[in-house]
């Protein structure tokens, strides 16, 4: 079984910067696809991005895309999201994911093994 934690979460003001960061322990990192997924208050989760077990695929939603870059370096079993140009939209509870499987075998975010706690982003206008 696989820990996730993730951090890097604040408030940060529209237009602005944050990386957040998944670290994982319990096992080796590359042997897991890993993804973001959020929450905002009274909505359902939704789809971020996600990264194959090489990183070298990675998958984005529209609202994101061109703004925010995930990452991985599994020497350090951590993944990464840089969210750059942040809209007070993107305001939610960010939460990492890791799968077995993965994007390359069709695997939806919402079916992933484990997740971490989440981790709060609030940007202002």
């Known amino acids: 079984q696989v820990q996730l934690v993730e951090s890097g979460g604040g408030l940060v003001q529209a237009g602005g910067s944050l990386r957040l960061s998944c670290a994982a322990s319990?096992?080796?990192?590359?042997?897991?696809?890993m993804a973001w997924s959020r929450q905002a208050p009274g909505k359902e989760r939704e789809f971020v991005a996600a990264?194959?077990?090489?990183?070298?695929?990675?998958a984005y939603a529209d609202s994101v895309k061109g703004r925010f870059t995930i990452s991985r370096d599994n020497a350090k079993n951590t993944v990464y999201l840089q969210m750059n140009s942040l809209k007070p939209e993107d305001t939610a509870v960010y939460y990492c994911?890791?799968?077995?499987?993965?994007?390359?075998?069709?695997?939806?975010?919402?079916?992933?093994?484990?997740w971490g706690q989440g981790t709060q982003v609030t940007v202002s206008s």
């Open positions: 994911a890791a799968d077995r499987l993965g994007i390359a075998y069709g695997r939806s975010y919402y079916e992933y093994d484990y």
């Open positions: 319990g096992r080796t990192l590359s042997n897991y696809a």
């Open positions: 990264i194959t077990h090489s990183g070298g695929r990675t």
